[in-house]
């Protein structure tokens, strides 16, 4: 952890509102999207897949996860993080060198965990976890 709690306070209360409610308006459509397209499977295959219908209502949480591309699993789990560290004010900084992320990446990708140097590096595999 490169960063004290002196940074926290970098961005205000009225930016930390704005992105938590872009967070929320990209979650709410990742979900409801996802949602429809497992509805449109569900109809089309429902007379195959009778059988097992009970056990998917019982883990619909699950199934629902597991009905997810990678992609967009991660990218819920990013909000969810980005979401925290709102709550924690310490949104805004990058997860990896601890430095101010730049409106425009914030604007673009509200849930980016990091800056975009530290994002190449993650892309590249370089970047622990
Ligand atoms: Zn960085």
Redesign the pocket.
Known sequence: MPTGTARAARMSKKEMEKYRRLLHEKKNALTAELAKTRDAEEETTEEATQDIADKAVSSYTREFLYSLTDAERSTLLQIDEALARIEEATYGS??????P?SEKRLNAVPWAP??V???ELAEKGLLEA
């Open positions: 990058c997860q990896n060198c601890g430095l992320m990091h800056c140097d530290c994002q």
